[in-house]
């Protein structure tokens, strides 16, 4: 069945150091692959997304980028600030109706 | 222009009794979807909506029920609440499913806790 796995489960940096978050989907139909970030208490909020004809995409200090070969795809945050302390969710969606959430990745930035 | 509104966004119920939560989407989209975030299993899929619809389902039991009425407003039901149901349930709507790459946008949710 569909299944997007994501690592690490949690992360610690120091302040301007960069993060990488890895994921691994299992459906070779997925086209769209959104990048949520939880705060406590609050919904997930898109930050960036990719689709399947793209192989990297970059905004301000995030960037995600997309290998269809391997089913790969990873959000990277340069300079990351403490603001960036969240909970962080990679996804795909599936044939236009169903998004995959991975497990999540708790992101620690230490000041 | 306002975001998705979920309500109520904090309830206590009795284990048995019935819940029914709501949700609003942006103005315009005419899809809403339902998850349910709990600390062991992440998001998981409930339903998707559109267009007063059910297009999509997740593995849950029948004790969990949605509708979508002509105003693109859903509702979701959960009957006979178990301990198990206590969960943030999140509600995101996006203008159509069909569409490749059609973005999804999330409420603040629903924090049920069932006792």
């Known amino acids: 069945g569909e299944n997007v796995e994501q690592h690490p489960s949690t992360l610690s940096v120091q302040e301007g150091d960069s993060a990488v978050i890895k994921c691994t989907y299992s459906?070779?139909?997925?086209?769209?692959f959104p990048w949520y970030k939880q705060e406590l208490g609050k919904g997930p909020q898109l930050i960036i997304d990719?689709?399947?004809?793209?192989g990297e995409k970059k905004d301000q200090r995030i960037a995600v980028t997309l290998n269809k070969t391997a089913k790969h795809f990873s959000l990277h945050i340069t300079e990351t600030q403490p603001e960036d302390s969240a909970v962080y969710f990679c996804?795909?969606?599936?044939?236009?109706?169903?998004?995959?959430f991975g497990a999540g990745t708790r992101l620690f930035v230490k000041a | 222009k306002a975001g998705v509104t979920q309500t109520p966004r904090y309830l206590i119920k009795t284990r048995g009794q019935q819940v029914t939560l709501s949700c609003s989407p942006i103005?315009?989209?005419?899809?809403v979807s339902w998850y349910q975030q709990t600390p062991g299993q992440g998001l998981q899929f409930l339903f998707e909506?559109?267009?007063?619809?059910?297009?999509n389902k997740g593995n849950f039991p029948g004790r969990f029920s949605g509708r979508q009425f002509s105003n693109s407003r859903s509702e979701m039901n959960v009957s006979t609440l178990e301990l198990g149901d206590s969960a943030l349930y999140l509600c995101?709507?996006?203008?159509?499913?069909?569409?490749?790459?059609?973005?999804?946008?999330f409420g603040e949710g629903s924090w049920l806790t069932v006792v």
């Open positions: 995101a709507s996006s203008l159509v499913p069909e569409s490749s790459g059609n973005t999804i946008y």
């Open positions: 909506y559109f267009s007063e619809t059910q297009r």
């Open positions: 459906d070779s139909a997925s086209n769209y």
């Open positions: 996804a795909a969606r599936v044939g236009g109706f169903k998004t995959i």
């Open positions: 103005s315009g989209h005419r899809s």
């Open positions: 990719i689709r399947s004809n793209v």
